[in-house]
């Protein structure tokens, strides 16, 4: 008896149940960053959530590492076509930073050390569907891919997970950040080929 895979060239085939249309696979980590690597020390680290009254609550770095851990293992896809599967992250949900607010706020807008930012619907950060990461694959978080901490939200485009993560913005308005101020769709679901405005 034989193993046969059919068509296999080399390069990991698309499971089209784990990667959405118009993806390929890829093992290797690309770094896509809008500017340069801003160099954030984890002692004057802090993360704020901002609420639209005004109101604000900041952890420090001490904060997260006290707060519970995850070990989220998901794909992730770039608008730029590469995915990768079961990548492995540790890092706190965002529900433990967004359920005690006071808010009627529907939208968010993450802003970045360094100054990217990135907008999606509050509810899109909720329900165990994104995290503060700052360790990857059992080590911590390079710089170069957002450390010391960064935001994860696998079900969206990659653009959206906001490296050096500073802080959220809760809106009542939906308010375009860096890439979707470019023409980048305003959601980014990678399901759908959300990759451009009026896709
Ligand atoms: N602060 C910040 N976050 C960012 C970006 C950026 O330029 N600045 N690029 C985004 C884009 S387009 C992608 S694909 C991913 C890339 O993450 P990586 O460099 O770890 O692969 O980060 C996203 N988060
Ligand atoms: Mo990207």
């Not at 639209?52 to 707060?67: F, N, P, R, V, Y």
Request: charged share 25%; hydrophobic share 35%.
């Amino acid at each position: 008896m034989s193993i046969v895979t059919p068509g296999f060239k080399g390069r990991a085939r698309p499971d089209p149940s784990r990667v959405p249309p118009g993806q390929y696979l890829t093992r290797d980590f690309p770094v896509l960053s809008a500017g340069p690597t801003p160099r954030v020390r984890t002692e004057t680290w802090q993360f704020t959530v901002t609420t639209e009254a005004g109101e604000q609550k900041s952890w420090s770095w001490a904060d997260l590492l006290a707060m519970p851990m995850e070990k989220p293992k998901v794909d992730i896809h770039c608008v730029t076509q590469w995915s990768k599967l079961d990548t492995t992250w540790q890092g706190v949900s965002l529900d433990n930073f967004l359920s005690d607010v006071d808010t009627a706020a529907d939208y968010a807008l993450v802003s970045s050390y360094g100054g990217y930012t990135t907008n999606l619907p509050l509810e899109d950060l909720l329900d165990g569907q994104a995290w503060i990461v700052h360790r990857y694959d059992g080590e911590e978080l390079t710089p170069e891919h957002g450390g010391p901490a960064r935001l994860l939200v696998p079900h969206l485009y990659f653009w959206k997970s906001a490296k050096w993560v500073r802080g959220i913005q809760l809106l009542l308005d939906d308010e375009p950040g860096f890439w979707e101020s470019n023409g980048y769709h305003d959601y980014g679901d990678p399901w759908r080929e959300q990759r451009y405005q009026g896709s």
